[in-house]
């Protein structure tokens, strides 16, 4: 006779978030046995991204409750399954917007899981969220103490990255890096608009690559901190005559704007054969876009969109802030105060810098 004993479960505190709009509340819960190409992960911190706002109230329709959320977490691998061979006990990791996929496809086989073509599992998404969701994952972000995560996907930090200004590379980083990659080289004129937390990563990664970086913003005050982070020109274009300034002046531009512009006059600023990439998933009104096909088809511009970044660019992109001593700006605020911390970041209070990240003490 054999006896089969179930594998050990761990459990863990977290901030779980009971249905629409509740607020995140410290609860214990059960994580299922570390696989063995899993790692056990002593989560230290975690950016807030937008998203996780936008998923805390289902603003998407695709929220499963109860849900754990936070997806730009960093922390120290404490324990590693049976077939993990590239990350030890004691390596600082980051997790981002994804925690498996299929590894096969075509996309996952080059290392660009964000494209799996049998859908990549979300780090947090559930039933709700379709193909990208599995039942059971809505309770595993990063608003936990302990995670246990595919080793692909728990991103190895390079010396010189901190666990907390490093934290939101994780998704602000790799969200406008995988549009730098596919679309600029050194010289390329890009503009990017808005600076937030996606914006002045795009403007610190654009110029480390190379670009010629404007930074096209709603508000004066930012000029400053533009010059400072590392982009050549400031644009202000709310104000009358600056857009139209701006015509046929980009080879490339990556909108990060929370709010929908006027796409046309947007257009109008690239340069012949110039490339638009909408990154950041809008409001669920502002997810669609019009314009015309003439324009397009006498210019060569090209409309694009983009989603995080798969397993190597993100690897990358770590080794690229690593050497340049790329960071985020951010505030960092006790795990205690996630609720007021959630709900400024949906006001679009960011505090006077560009990203909070919380911390378990
Ligand atoms: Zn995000
Ligand atoms: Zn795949």
Known sequence: MTTTTAAPTTTTKAYVIDKAGAE????????????????????????????????????????????????????????????????????????????????????????????????????????????????????????????????RFAYKLPAGIALDAGAPLLCAGVTVWEPIVNFVKPGTRLGVVSLGGLGHMAVK?????????????????????????????????????????????????????????DLDAILGCLKFGGTYVRVGIPHKEAQTVSTGLIPLIFTGKKIAGSIVSGSANTNAMLRLAASHNIACDVKVVPFTELTSTMDALSKGEAGGHFRYVMKWD
């Open 205 to 261: 990664l654009g110029s480390a690559v190379g670009a010629e970086v404007t930074v096209l913003s709603s508000s004066a005050n930012k000029a400053k901190q533009s010059a400072e982070m590392g982009a050549h020109h400031f644009v202000q274009y709310t104000r009358q005559g600056e857009l139209e300034a701006c015509a046929a002046k980009f080879d490339v531009i990556i909108d990060t704007c929370p709010a929908k512009l």
């Open 24 to 151: 995140p509340t410290l609860q214990t819960i059960t994580l299922a046995a570390l696989g063995p190409d899993e790692v056990e992960i002593d989560m230290q911190y975690c950016g807030l991204c937008h998203t996780d706002c936008h998923m805390r109230n289902n603003d998407w329709g695709i929220s499963t409750y109860p849900m754990v959320a936070g997806h730009e977490g960093t922390g120290v691998v404490s324990k590693v399954g049976t077939r993990v061979a590239e990350l030890k006990v004691g390596d600082a990791v980051g997790i981002g917007w994804i925690r498996n996929s299929c590894k096969q496809c075509d996309a996952c086989l080059v290392g660009k899981d964000n494209l799996c073509g049998a859908y990549y599992q979300g780090t947090y998404l559930g039933e709700g969220a379709g193909g990208w969701g599995r039942g059971g994952c809505q309770l595993q972000g990063c608003f936990a103490k302990v995670m246990h995560v595919d080793a």
